[in-house]
């Protein structure tokens, strides 16, 4: 946020390690948390609320895999296959066992860091587009598992049907009710991720990232940490996975492709490795970018095409410019939207002075 | 900065259009959401499809409209991914639109819900379940075109037919993409292997289906098959014609499924010359002999503009305009029962369950859609490749439909 450090002094160690030391920014903060809550909800239109929800459990996705690649290091392209597994796991809990959401959320979650520990094994050995390539076999195998097993996948469609959440026997079915559910775990990921990161163990991700032999040398387990971040990186998936069943009401592994996989990695590379506020800028940017693109294509189109091959047009500019405003964003600035913004905030935190 | 300035200036500004959009919504206007895929895994449908689609409806508002409403239609393109299908939902929603043609398989099985949350109907028609055909249990979900169970029983009968009148010790191969569309007809097709006495083996093509000479192989080196039925998306189709042929096996004796039958395809294998014999499944008309097709060039020519090069896929393009005229015809029975009145989504929904020997000079099937089959009987044609064209082979027919409704029954 956009602050200055000048007068505040620290007189206790907890001040010192508070998550937001000053208190203009724990006001921004607190402002912030009051628009997302109150404001927006009450202000936006179901559509834009629709249209949040998306980023909101995009966020939680992106944070899950900005532990794992831009934290330690470690690249992986299976991220949606562990939501499908956080996805499955959940619905067919919800649907056979009848659990609630609650139960079944944080069981998807575990069953994701199970096998996402499994999958991060080869980090052991293995390091960047090798690691990269162990994941994407991965994917591909939980993809073929979950088509294969009706156990898991509930029949051929490979769908499963889940009922709406309930909070204290009231049914989330509107976009406006499943955007505070969705929100209340956006802000938790968000709270997780910032205390993870600078605890021991996130400490120790940097560690390993920056200098794996280095970290070992110092006495980091990179055994543990690696599979740990796997595991926590997993975690997120799974419930990145778990929140889009419970959003679209159907557990189907048709949404957890590749290609998902790879829009979680642009999102973390534009919106800044290793940082949590990047995670947010990238979730936002990759979910909302092409929407504005097509409304602004198709507001101001008509001007230049007709109707009927404006919708040609839209599709085509819209990945024009998408792509385009990506190499734009990453010439302007290589380390992500993140290091934008703290350039600009770096600008104003002295200005008018430059010095 | 001036740039940041400017781009921030034209993006507050196509906001304020989107929001001050819906204010100027008309009395006679109705809408209709597309969903539409011209960027993403199958594009190759939908740069064909959703002109179609266009062209039909601009073919009807300039008569005029559906029963003096204009019809406008607002299309997203959903890049065959699952959160975009939401968005624009909410958007057509939004937007007050009567219908929401969702497209994709994964995308009408995230929307089921919310279609009946919101009651607004959806389409799928050529994909997504074939148990939403079920009315009671989808009420706002209409396949409208033969599902992949009435097409795999309509695959069989055709071997029956051409193969004598009878399955009894015959062979059957079924190829077929590995994902849940590929496998749905299995359990059709096992059925009816144990009730008509032929022997039925399955062959899954991984993704993304380029490569199936082992399996093509299998098939006519070891399995010896009387008849193949394949059932493939995207490139895979034109590569099995290729792999059949290569391996020797008669084309005569091959039934491709909905998805693997465009000239698109049998261009891609090596024009209609080399697929010769090649027969495959359509819910809707091939070709450019119908009046209505007559029609919308008649209209490209009155503004001076030549007849629209997607028309080449006659296929895919008769399809568009096929799931358009559906559309349209239910939104004439809802104004037609409100005599004259704006209708409701709902109202949208049950026009569309009154449906019946709409036909459009044969483009269309003779559907019946009622308030418990959605899918309108399961209707279809078998067009073979003969002289380098799409030529009759049945006319529309139903299949095994009792078999068909006992699997509907027994999956909802």
Not at chain 2, 59 to 66: A, I
Request: contains cysteine.
């Amino acid at each position: 946020m956009l602050h200055r450090e000048s007068g505040v002094f620290k007189t206790s160690y907890a001040a010192d390690m508070a998550l937001y030391p000053l208190p203009i920014a724990r006001w921004t903060v607190a402002a912030v948390l009051v628009i997302f809550a109150v404001v927006l909800p009450l202000s936006l239109h179901e559509y834009y609320l629709s249209i949040i929800n998306l980023v909101l459990i995009a966020i939680v996705g992106a944070l899950g895999l900005n532990i794992l690649v831009g934290y330690t290091g470690q690249i992986s392209v299976g991220h949606a296959a562990f939501m499908s597994v956080g996805a499955y796991t959940a619905a067919n809990l919800a649907v056979h066992l009848h659990l609630p959401f609650w139960v079944t959320l944080p069981a998807g979650g575990l069953m994701a860091a199970l096998i996402g520990a499994i999958v991060g094994i080869p980090s052991l050995r293995i390091k960047g587009l090798y690691l990269a390539i162990a994941t994407l076999a991965s994917q591909l195998i939980i993809e073929w598992v979950i088509n294969h097993t009706p156990a898991i996948s509930g029949g051929a469609q490979a769908s499963i049907e889940v009922p709406r959440p309930t909070v204290f026997g009231v049914e989330l079915k509107s976009q406006g009710e499943l955007y505070f559910f969705l929100l209340a775990f956006a802000v938790a990921a968000v709270i997780a991720t910032l205390n993870i990161v600078r605890s021991r163990i996130g400490r120790a991700f940097v560690a390993i990232r920056d200098q794996d032999i280095a970290a070992e040398i110092i006495g980091i387990n990179i055994f543990r940490y690696k599979l740990l971040s796997f595991a926590i990186s997993s975690f997120y998936a799974g419930v990145c996975g778990v929140l889009y069943t419970y959003y679209f009401g159907i557990a189907n592994y048709e949404a957890f492709q590749i290609v998902v996989s790879i829009d979680y990695l642009a999102m973390i590379i534009i919106g800044g490795l290793g940082s949590v506020l990047g995670s947010i800028f990238g979730a936002i940017f990759v979910t909302m970018l092409p929407i504005a693109i097509r409304i602004l294509v198709e507001t101001f189109g008509g001007y230049f095409w007709d109707t009927a091959a404006l919708s040609a047009v839209a599709a085509s500019m819209r990945l024009i410019i998408f792509g385009l405003l990506i190499i734009i964003f990453l010439v302007l600035e290589p380390e992500g939207l993140n290091r934008l913004w703290r350039n600009i905030r770096n600008y104003f935190r002295v200005w008018p002075f430059s010095y | 900065m001036s740039q940041r300035v400017r781009l921030g200036i034209s993006l507050s500004l196509g906001l304020m259009g989107l929001l001050l959009g819906p204010a100027f919504a008309q009395d006679k206007e109705l809408v209709i959401g597309m969903q539409c895929d011209r960027t993403g895994a199958t594009q190759i449908v939908g740069t064909t499809l959703c002109p179609a689609y266009h062209d039909y409806v601009a073919l009807v508002n300039s008569k005029g409209g559906v029963e003096g409403y204009k019809i406008k239609v607002i299309e997203i393109d959903n890049e065959y991914k699952v959160p975009p299908a939401m968005e624009a939902h909410e958007r057509f929603k939004m937007e007050g639109a009567v219908i929401d043609s969702v497209y994709g398989t994964p995308q009408i099985a995230a929307l089921n819900k919310k279609l009946e949350e919101d009651k607004i109907l959806g389409t799928s028609p050529g994909f997504g379940t074939a148990a939403a055909a079920d009315g009671k249990k989808y009420p706002y979900t209409f396949p409208i075109a033969a599902s992949y169970w009435s097409q795999g029983a309509a695959a069989v009968k055709f071997a029956k037919d051409k193969l004598g009148g009878s399955l009894k010790g015959k062979k059957i191969a079924y190829l077929y993409y590995d994902n849940p569309a590929g496998k749905e007809p299995i359990a059709v097709l096992e059925d009816l292997a144990a009730s008509e006495g032929f022997e039925l083996r399955t062959f899954a093509v991984p993704a993304p289906g380029v490569e199936m000479a082992a399996q093509a192989l299998d098939i006519t080196g070891r399995f010896k098959p009387d008849f193949v039925i394949t059932h493939l998306f995207g490139r895979s189709p034109s590569v099995s014609i290729k792999e059949l042929k290569g391996k020797g096996f008669p084309l005569s004796k091959v039934v491709a499924l909905v998805w693997g039958s465009a000239e698109a395809d049998i261009n891609a294998a090596g024009g209609f010359g080399t697929a010769e014999g090649y027969s495959c499944m359509q819910f809707a008309g091939v070709g450019h002999e119908y009046p209505v097709i007559t029609q919308i060039n008649a209209m490209y020519k009155a503004q001076g503009k030549e007849p629209p090069k997607e028309q080449a896929n006659s296929v895919i393009y008769n399809r568009g305009v096929f799931q358009a005229a559906i559309h349209l015809e239910a939104i004439r029975n809802a104004i037609k029962a409100k005599g004259g009145g704006k209708p409701t989504g709902e109202e949208v929904k049950s026009g569309m369950e009154q449906i019946k020997d709409f036909t459009l000079d044969g483009l269309v099937p003779p559907l019946n859609i009622t308030p418990e089959d959605h899918e309108g009987g399961g209707w279809v044609q078998i067009w073979t490749v003969k002289g380098g064209k799409f030529e009759k082979a049945t006319e529309w027919f139903q299949a095994y439909r009792d078999v068909v409704k006992k699997h509907i029954t027994a999956t909802n």
